[in-house]
């Protein structure tokens, strides 16, 4: 298994509501990534996992909330968002080391906050 | 702060043209990657760059690196309307034990028959 797998794929909410983004990978990867692409924008780190450990918050807001549950699952928990936080999320995974260290990309959420 | 800028941003060209695509970055880095990105899909993974003087090939695109001008380039020979895409150049810096990506700004390759 050589993918990255998100759910959902879209997701429409309102500002009051919670909702959460789900990333699976079953590659053994021990380095896990969300990303925030804005439309005709690069990718914008938000947080890394490494060895299940929160190693880097990108000064995001507390509004977003990730979790790690174990070394294939990471989620990303949303309440209170505003609509400026509308945006396709993107999960990574990549082995945690090593010089040939790629993150691939799983097809990301697709939010849109009304 | 580790920049990354890449030119041009946006290419129109017609098929079975040669083009280069350009990324310079900003301060010393142990690899360079190179993205793909179809409208409204995620991101593919084409090359990662490791050591001066590096080349990678694949099918019609070839990428290289120079540490030492901190440039590299994304070759497109006799481009084919499926290469239409954005591409996006990408360095690594490690924080905090953990690799974060700087990507450049992205480059809209569009292909005309």
């Known amino acids: 298994d050589t993918e990255v797998t998100q759910t959902p794929k879209h997701l429409v909410m309102g500002m009051t509501n919670k909702k959460s983004l789900k990333c699976e990978q079953h590659?053994?990867?021990?380095?896990m990534y969300w990303y925030k692409q804005k439309a005709k924008k690069p990718p914008e780190l938000m947080f890394v996992?490494?060895?299940?450990?929160?190693?880097i918050n990108e000064s995001v807001p507390s509004r977003f909330s990730p979790e790690c549950p174990n070394s294939s699952l990471l989620n990303l928990h949303l309440h209170a968002l505003q609509p400026e936080d509308s945006a396709l999320y993107l999960c990574?995974?990549?082995?945690?080391?090593?010089?040939?260290?790629?993150?691939?990309f799983g097809p990301g959420t697709r939010l849109l906050v009304l | 702060e580790l920049k990354v800028e890449q030119n041009p941003l946006f290419l129109s060209m017609q098929e079975g043209k040669n083009y280069t695509i350009y990324c310079n970055y900003s301060?010393?880095?142990?690899?360079l990657y190179w993205y793909r990105q179809d409208p409204g899909k995620s991101l593919e993974s084409l090359f990662v760059?490791?050591?001066?003087?590096a080349v990678k090939q694949e099918g019609r695109l070839m990428a290289s690196l120079d540490t030492k001008a901190r440039l590299s380039t994304l070759h497109i020979t006799a481009a084919v309307h499926d290469l239409s895409a954005t591409y996006f150049c990408?360095?690594?810096?490690?924080?905090?034990?953990?690799?974060?990506?700087?990507f450049g700004q992205g480059t809209r390759l569009t292909i005309n028959p």
């Open positions: 760059l490791l050591s001066n003087g």
């Open positions: 301060t010393t880095s142990d690899r």
């Open positions: 996992y490494s060895y299940e450990k929160l190693s």
């Open positions: 990408a360095v690594d810096i490690l924080l905090q034990g953990a690799q974060k990506l700087v």
């Open positions: 590659m053994g990867h021990r380095a």
């Open positions: 990574a995974s990549s082995h945690g080391g090593g010089p040939q260290e790629t993150q691939y």
